[in-house]
Nanobody, 123 residues
Framework: VQLVESGGGLVQPGGSLRLSCAAS????????MSWVRQAPGKGLEWVSAISSGGYSTTYADSVKGRFTISRDNAKNTVYLQMNSLKPEDTAVYYC?????????????????WGQGTRVTVSS
């Protein structure tokens, strides 16, 4: 099983980034997917989740209206489009999978995790 994130980097406040997470080794379309982040010196924070079929999404209040989660089950990939980025969005972003249909916000229940991609929002 592998979850490989990409797309992180350095961006100015107000800018945008799109993160990708490529999955392999399990039946991707049968898993709800999530994004979780960890800011420097802080604990894990759940960011967003999407159902296995992509029809239901949910977001943390801190990113609602700025971030969009999506998935392409034909490509075994989940995305996180991040707009209007703020310095407080600086973190390592992880994707995670849980073998369930509905979006899952409990990060302690995820079956698989990626290695993370770093996002830095700074001028």
């Amino acid at each position: 099983v592998q979850l490989v994130e990409s797309g992180g980097g350095l961006v100015q406040p107000g800018g945008s980034l799109r993160l990708s997470c490529a999955a392999s080794g399990f039946t991707f379309s049968g898993y709800a997917m999530s994004w979780v982040r960890q800011a420097p010196g802080k604990g894990l924070e759940w960011v967003s989740a999407i159902s296995s079929g992509g029809y239901s999404t949910t977001y943390a209040d801190s990113v609602k209206g700025r971030f969009t989660i999506s998935r392409d089950n034909a490509k075994n990939t989940v995305y996180l489009q991040m707009n209007s980025l703020k310095p407080e969005d600086t973190a390592v972003y992880y994707c995670a999978a849980k073998g369930t249909i509905l979006p899952e916000t409990n990060r302690n229940s995820y079956n698989y995790w990626g290695q993370g991609t770093r996002v830095t929002v700074s001028s």
